[in-house]
């Protein structure tokens, strides 16, 4: 009687080592006379792997300067260090830092000349060290500060203030020209009014901070404002914070994220400000 296993297709066959019977191929032996070349084999790539190792270090500040700022933004910019799968990590972008005392100066200028600082603490698992907490001579390296609005609009946190160190801090700022002021969520909509304090309590604070944050930096040139796409450029709390730069006689410019900027143009009121766009 045929087997019902007869004529089926054998999509997934079993390899030979795993058969009935199998037995494994003994390894052949040496003959007289032969050489078990196997470990010469080994240690001939061996040897190789050594040759290939330089015996001087690479003359790396005797490249172009464009070149050495490439590299830099490659290791501090690039993805976060990965781990390994027993998860120790392996290498860390800040590295290169500790290697002399000019890379160091070359890579921290690297690094506090192209980042956004904030001014005050938010809820951000990665965000780099408040401008506050850097030691004074990172601080004159820095160009550019965040502040973000938005967030605990009913009880906005009592860190955020402009303190007489935080003040102390902002005005020695020799090399900020632009301060970006990013509007997280305006709780200003209607939908929102039986969870607000009042109509302009969150309006009339981020306002005023603004204000104490402008006041505290005379030498600032722009005010950066920008967003989540779902704020409103016409929104109460976006015209008082454009009211606190014009006040203080900061150029506004607007940020690519809410696409403020092609709204602007449709906005006749706001004919009369000179407004550049940050692509």
């Given at each position: 009687?045929?087997?019902?296993?007869?004529?089926?297709?054998?999509?997934?066959?079993?390899?030979?080592?795993?058969?009935?019977?199998?037995?494994?191929?003994?390894?052949?032996?040496?003959?007289?006379?032969?050489?078990?070349?196997?470990?010469?084999?080994?240690?001939?790539?061996?040897?190789?792997?050594?040759?290939?190792?330089?015996?001087?270090?690479?003359?790396?500040?005797?490249?172009?300067?464009?070149?050495?700022?490439?590299?830099?933004?490659?290791?501090?910019?690039?993805?976060?260090?990965?781990?390994?799968?027993?998860?120790?990590?392996?290498?860390?972008?800040?590295?290169?830092?500790?290697?002399?005392?000019?890379?160091?100066?070359?890579?921290?200028?690297?690094?506090?000349?192209?980042?956004?600082?904030?001014?005050?603490?938010?809820?951000?698992?990665?965000?780099?060290p408040l401008i506050e907490e850097l030691p004074a001579h990172?601080?004159?390296?820095?160009?550019?500060?965040?502040?973000?609005?938005?967030?605990?609009?009913?009880?906005?946190?009592?860190?955020?203030?402009?303190?007489?160190?935080?003040?102390?801090?902002?005005?020695?700022?020799?090399?900020?020209?632009?301060?970006?002021?990013?509007?997280?969520?305006?709780?200003?909509?209607?939908?929102?009014?039986?969870?607000?304090?009042?109509?302009?309590?969150?309006?009339?604070?981020?306002?005023?901070?603004?204000?104490?944050?402008?006041?505290?930096?005379?030498?600032?040139?722009?005010?950066?404002?920008?967003?989540?796409?779902?704020?409103?450029?016409?929104?109460?709390?976006?015209?008082?914070?454009?009211?606190?730069?014009?006040?203080?006689?900061?150029?506004?410019?607007?940020?690519?994220?809410?696409?403020?900027?092609?709204?602007?143009?449709?906005?006749?009121?706001?004919?009369?400000?000179?407004?550049?766009?940050?692509?």
């Amino acid at each position: 009687m045929p087997n019902w296993r007869d004529g089926l297709v054998e999509a997934f066959p079993v390899p030979e080592d795993r058969r009935k019977g199998y037995k494994k191929k003994k390894k052949p032996a040496v003959q007289d006379g032969a050489e078990d070349t196997s470990t010469d084999v080994g240690e001939a790539f061996s040897n190789l792997a050594i040759s290939t190792i330089p015996t001087t270090p690479f003359p790396f500040f005797d490249l172009p300067s464009e070149l050495r700022n490439r590299i830099y933004s490659l290791i501090l910019f690039s993805k976060p260090e990965y781990r390994s799968a027993k998860g120790t990590r392996r290498g860390s972008r800040l590295a290169c830092l500790l290697v002399s005392k000019k890379m160091h100066d070359e890579a921290s200028y690297m690094l506090y000349t192209t980042q956004r600082f904030k001014i005050f603490m938010v809820q951000q698992f990665d965000m780099p060290p408040l401008i506050e907490e850097l030691p004074a001579h990172y601080q004159k390296l820095v160009t550019n500060l965040e502040m973000v609005v938005g967030s605990s609009w009913t009880a906005p946190p009592k860190s955020w203030k402009v303190t007489k160190s935080l003040a102390r801090c902002l005005r020695k700022l020799p090399n900020v020209q632009t301060l970006r002021v990013f509007v997280d969520f305006d709780p200003s909509h209607p939908a929102f009014a039986r969870y607000r304090v009042s109509y302009t309590f969150y309006t009339d604070f981020c306002g005023d901070l603004l204000g104490d944050v402008l006041e505290a930096m005379p030498r600032l040139k722009y005010v950066e404002l920008d967003g989540n796409p779902g704020v409103d450029v016409d929104g109460p709390l976006v015209r008082r914070l454009r009211e606190e730069a014009k006040e203080t006689g900061k150029e506004i410019r607007w940020g690519s994220q809410a696409g403020w900027a092609h709204k602007y143009s449709q906005c006749t009121d706001w004919v009369h400000e000179r407004v550049k766009y940050i692509g």
